[in-house]
Each structure stands twice: as structure tokens, then as C-alpha cells.
């Protein structure tokens, strides 16, 4: 299974040293991929988590000039909220530059007041959401030049270069804890990314689709928050919590559930406990883990 680590690009111990110093520090403890989290401008009375936070696109270029082998994600892009095309032209450049390290998880978002701030409909942000998503595979294909007709995105012969290095795109990988995610991911993704809720709730999710997510290459991956403290009932929590033997039980949970790749959410104080548990989780807890 593989590991990737959110970093804190958002909340109160969100800074340029504590982005650049924890992407280094995942990268050089070998975890595969480290993730930004996505906001643009949510209004006041949603902003109580994600207010301060660095804008995803423009600082994974930052990680891309700073970091040599990490694999780079956004989880999760709230997609319907931007220009498809000025998202793909971003994207397919740090794919680019980057040498081919972007995965992308893409969601359709929850606040209604963010779509208007930045005058963009949400009573149809799911229709706009797949349309997108066939203008970036469009984008990404490899063609110099591209087409698209749809009810709300439309261009002729559009010159595209440069193109991504992976072959048609990053892996895109379909955000949302709903079934009509899950459905959307298996029509149109390379994977699901749900927030962790609990092992169970995975397996019961992913229950009446094992016969076709397995026909193809299809990633679960599982965004997960971990703390080291007194253990909880993790069928009751959102958070995986123990010791290190109780974290790697809890997270052999979530594989048997159908989980093949978890985003690790560090719930910490600084950046200084931040440090430490990076080093303690690939010390005492990914070994368990090695294929």
C-alpha cells in the first residue's frame, strides 16, 4: 500500500517553511506523495478551517522546483469552481516541468457561498463537475490540437502544448464520500478519494462495485486522519487514533475495507510534533505495510 502525506498548507500553522519543510521531509522519509488541500474563497462563515490557506495549483509548482522524486496532489481541486481549460493548460505544465509526478483528486465542493464569490453556479456544479472532467482527458490526450462541444464549455481546434508527461494525464481520481462520487469516479475517474469515516462505512460503500472497479486499474485512496493518543472506537470516529500497533490494526482495517492508498492527515500542534511523527510513522508503522 502506499502513503501519501497532506501537508499543512491551510489553518493557523499554514507558512511557506512549514510547506517546503514538510514536503521535504516526506519526500526524503519515502513517503509517495505528499497533497494540498484547495480552497479559493470561502466566505466568512465557512472559513473556520480553511480561511488561511495557500491557493493549491500555484504552490504545487513550488513543490515541483523544490522537491526532485515525490509523486504531487491536490485533494482535493473543487473543480467546477475554476475555468476547466485554464485548469488543464496549469496542470499539463507541472506535469510537465515536474518530469510526470501530478495526481489529482477532484471534487465538486460544498459551499455554496465559495461558488458565488466566485460567480459560478452551484445548484449545477455536478453536471459542470463531468464536463470538466472530459475537457482535462480531452486537454491531455497528446493532440497539438483539441475540440469540445458541451452545454457549458465550448472551443474549436484549440492549440495545446505542452502536453503532460504521464500518457493521457495525471491520474485523476474523483473526490466525495457519496455514492454518486463513487459512481462518478468508476465513469470517469482512475480512482476514488473518500475522507476516511470509518473502515466499515468503505466496505459498504465499495460493496456492490468490487466486480467492476477490479476489471481495471482503479485506486482507492482513503484521506485519513491519524493522531497519536489514547485509542478511540474507530467505527466511531473520523480519526484513526493509539499507539503504533494500534494505527497499523486500524489502517489494515481500511485495506481489507477495500483501501489501496491512504492520505495521512497528521493531527498535530506545530510543526516540530509535525517533525517527529513523520519520522515515528515511517519508522514504526509503514514497514508493516511494504508489498
Known sequence: MKFGFVLPNYGPQASRLAIIDSALMAENYGFDSIWLTDHLALPEKDS????????????????????????????????????????????????NLSGGRLIISAGIGWSKGEYQNLGYDFSNRGRRMNEAIKILRTCWRGQSNVSFHGEFYNF?????????????????????????????????????????????????????VHSIIKLRPFTVAVRIGIQYAP??????????????????DQLKQYMESGM????????????????RVIKQFTKEISPAFKE
Open 48 to 95: 473556520s478551517l480553511f480561511g488561511h490557506i495557500y491557493e493549491s495549483i500555484s504552490t504545487m509548482g513550488f513543490l515541483a522546483a523544490s522537491t526532485r522524486t515525490i509523486k504531487l496532489g491536490i485533494s482535493t481541486l473543487v473543480l467546477p469552481q475554476r475555468n476547466p481549460v485554464e485548469v488543464a493548460k496549469s496542470l499539463a505544465s507541472i506535469d
Open 156 to 208: 474549436e481546434n484549440m492549440v495545446v502544448s505542452p502536453t503532460p508527461v504521464q500518457s493521457g494525464g495525471p491520474p485523476l481520481w474523483i473526490a466525495g464520500d457519496s455514492q454518486k462520487a463513487l459512481k462518478r469516479a468508476i465513469a470517469l475517474g482512475d480512482g476514488w478519494h473518500p475522507n476516511g469515516n470509518s473502515p466499515q462505512a468503505l466496505k459498504n460503500s465499495l460493496s456492490s
Open 231 to 248: 485509542a478511540t472506537d474507530s467505527a466511531l470516529s473520523s480519526i484513526i487514533t493509539g499507539n503504533p500497533d494500534e494505527i497499523i
Open 260 to 275: 489501496t492508498y491512504a492520505i495521512i492527515n497528521f493531527k498535530v500542534n506545530s510543526q516540530a510534533e509535525r517533525d
